[in-house]
T-cell receptor, first 115, second 112 residues
Framework: ETGVTQSPTHLIKTRGQQVTLRCSSQ?????VSWYQQALGQGPQFIFQ???????GRGNFPPRFSGLQFPNYSSELNVNALELDDSALYLC??????????????FGEGSRLTVL | GDSVTQMEGPVTLSEEAFLTINCTYT??????LFWYVQYPGEGLQLLLK?????DKGSNKGFEATYRKETTSFHLEKGSVQVSDSAVYFC???????????FGAGTRLAVHP
């Protein structure tokens, strides 16, 4: 139990639709990162939010966007869904931005299927 | 670019066997190295880490040594248990913020 909760746990969308995934971080954590994990692969970094601002981004197109709220919870939004967006989306929270000192705590993920 | 390569699974062992899961990396700069574990039905958890060359990370009987000369961070355990059955991910970070680059994962199955 990491204290990071994600919703929904599973969802199915059709190509072209939009989706919003939510993450509640562990109490006191001010940094949230999002990862995409395709089947049989390791997680890939999407972006990170620190105190409500985007603070680093991986190789994902602009249709992947996010928000972090004053209570440090976060949303991941994906527009114009494509079949390849089908994956497990992981949220991770930490006390600070530096993984050398700030351990990442992962949620169990939201599994998105795009038909 | 930066990347992590780990041995393909599944790895199937009997209880009390010795475990090695190989991990090598390519990185510009000086990465920190991590092993994460994903137990069935749970989120990823940090198992151990090492932040500089020759450091040894250890936790729950698992160990890994940061070898800069061979760009490796192999995971070892002297005697595995059924409860160690999980997927293990090797990862690195460069740049001082929480961008982790993960390997593809290695599934371990331990039988009684």
């Amino acid at each position: 139990e990491t204290g990071v909760t994600q919703s929904p746990t599973h969802l199915i969308k059709t190509r072209g639709q939009q989706v919003t995934l939510r993450c509640s971080s562990q109490s006191g954590h001010n940094t949230v990162s999002w990862y995409q994990q395709a089947l049989g692969q390791g997680p890939q970094f999407i972006f990170q939010y620190y105190r409500e601002e985007e603070n680093g981004r991986g190789n994902f197109p602009p249709r992947f966007s996010g928000l972090q709220f004053p209570n440090y919870s976060s949303e991941l939004n994906v527009n114009a869904l494509e079949l390849d967006d089908s994956a497990l989306y992981l949220c991770a929270s930490s006390l600070n931005r530096d993984p050398d000192t700030g351990e990442l705590f992962f949620g169990e993920g939201s599994r998105l299927t795009v038909l | 670019g930066d990347s992590v390569t780990q041995m393909e699974g599944p790895v199937t062992l009997s209880e009390e066997a010795f475990l090695t899961i190989n991990c090598t990396y390519t990185a510009t700069g000086y990465p920190s190295l991590f092993w994460y574990v994903q137990y069935p039905g749970e989120g990823l958890q940090l198992l151990l880490k090492a932040t500089k060359a020759d450091d040894k990370g250890s936790n729950k009987g698992f160990e890994a040594t940061y070898r800069k000369e061979t760009t490796s961070f192999h995971l070892e355990k002297g005697s595995v248990q059924v409860s160690d059955s999980a997927v293990y991910f090797c990862a690195l970070s460069v740049g001082g913020y929480n961008k982790l680059i993960f390997g593809a994962g290695t599934r371990l199955a331990v039988h009684p």
